[in-house]
C-alpha cells in the first residue's frame, strides 16, 4: 500500500513562498509519476504540478507556472513544490498524486494514491 505524507504547508503573505514535501512509502518512488493538486474551499481540485519518474519532465498549468517548481529526490523518496511569489488565491488544501505511469499529467484520474493534504494560507 503505498502512504503519502505532505508537510511544509502554512500562512504566508502575499509574495513570500513555500516550499511543501511528500514522502512517499510502500513501493518504488522512482519508478513512477508525481503530481500535486490543490482544492480551494467549494472548488474542484485543480492541477498545480507533475513529475516524470525521473524528474526530467515536468508539466504546469498558466496559473503557476514561472512560480512555482516541483521536484524530486528519489534517494529520500521524497517530492517538493517550490512556491515562490505566492497570491492569495494559491490559498487551498495541497495534495500529492503517485500514479502507476511514469509519466504524469493533469488529469485528476490518472493518480492513484493520495496524501491527506497540506493547507496553505496566503494572505493580502
Known amino acids: 500500500q503505498v502512504q503519502l505524507v505532505e508537510s511544509g504547508g502554512g500562512l504566508v503573505q502575499a509574495g513570500g513562498s513555500l516550499r511543501l514535501s511528500c514522502t512517499a512509502s510502500?513501493?518504488?518512488?522512482?519508478?513512477?509519476?508525481m503530481g500535486w493538486f490543490r482544492q480551494a474551499p467549494g472548488k474542484e481540485r485543480e492541477f498545480v504540478a507533475a513529475?516524470?519518474?525521473?524528474?526530467?519532465?515536468?508539466y504546469y498549468p498558466d496559473s503557476v507556472k514561472g512560480r512555482f517548481t516541483i521536484s524530486r529526490d528519489n534517494a529520500k523518496n521524497t517530492l517538493y513544490l517550490q512556491m515562490d511569489s505566492l497570491k492569495p488565491e494559491d490559498t487551498a488544501v495541497y495534495y500529492c498524486?503517485?500514479?502507476?505511469?511514469?509519466?504524469?499529467?493533469?488529469?485528476?484520474?490518472?493518480?492513484?494514491?493520495w496524501g491527506q493534504g497540506t493547507q496553505v494560507t496566503v494572505s493580502s
Open positions: 510502500g513501493r518504488a518512488f522512482s519508478s513512477y509519476a
Open positions: 513529475s516524470s519518474w525521473s524528474g526530467g519532465t515536468t
Open positions: 498524486a503517485n500514479t502507476d505511469s511514469k509519466y504524469g499529467n493533469s488529469w485528476y484520474s490518472h493518480y492513484n494514491y
